[in-house]
């Protein structure tokens, strides 16, 4: 089971005529993803690999009835694409650009949660439930680093995703369903608002969060879980822990502000609350395997 898209999914690609609409697309179909159509305003009657285009979404959906939508489209037309697929009645969208301007991801943000809409990224890489569906960018290598399994994977970064869940592999695990929410300073949706989707998901056996400085969503994992909203092992890496006090670092969700989001604070609380920090990325499978025992003698 995949707690956002499976092989059943049917899926809409806006910008699939585009390079990196296109060279994405053919991934995904090759990952078991069940893409119906592609989405290029002028590009109507045209195919990308067999997959047919159409104006709009809407003119997509009403020939190829769809359930989620991957956006290949710049960050300035983003909250037009959403709201044109949130407009033909999709609910699961994944936006990849980077870059989107800050007013349209707190517009975005507010249309989804009134819709009751689940909408991931920016800045991300997407989501994919290795050996059923992609909707993203995930490498051609992916087979060595995604292997189906148990573990599901949440993530702020993108460089350190590969790394840290290849030492899920390495430790004898796979992955039920990865999400990259994504490293913009609002991310569309946040990491407790899956947590409760993990929990009941009968195929996800434990969690793995990959975070960073800045931002609150760490800490809001750590009260969910203290109030009974995931009870499940989870495990979590903290990245910038190196990083000078005082300094901003990195991309605009990995700041630390009002003497609040620092690795300390967010290890402090996860652990307070239950869960294990791994100090690096290779001690993540350890921690896996120790969370499974200490529960097997609960």
Known sequence: MSIFANQETRIVVQGM???EGGF???HMLDM???VVAGVTPGKEGQTVHDVPIFHSVRRATAAHPADAAVLFVPPRFTRDAVYEALDAGIRKIVTLADGIPLQDQVQIRRTALEMQARVVGGNTSGVISPGK???GM????IERVYKPGSIGVMTRSGSLTNEV???VVRAGYGVSTLIGVGGDQVPLSRFAEFLPEYQ???HTEAVLIIGELGGTMEEEVAAAIRDGLFRKPLVAF???RTAPAGTRMGHAGAIVTGGTGSVRDKVDALEAAGARVADRPSAVGTLLQRAFQEAETQ
């Open 17 to 19: 005529t585009g390079k």
């Open 24 to 26: 994405w697309t053919r």
């Open 32 to 34: 078991g993803a069940r």
């Open 133 to 135: 569906s992609m909707l």
């Open 138 to 141: 995930f490498p051609y290598w």
């Open 165 to 167: 869940t290849s030492m």
């Open 200 to 202: 009941n998901d009968p």
């Open 238 to 240: 903290i990245g910038g």
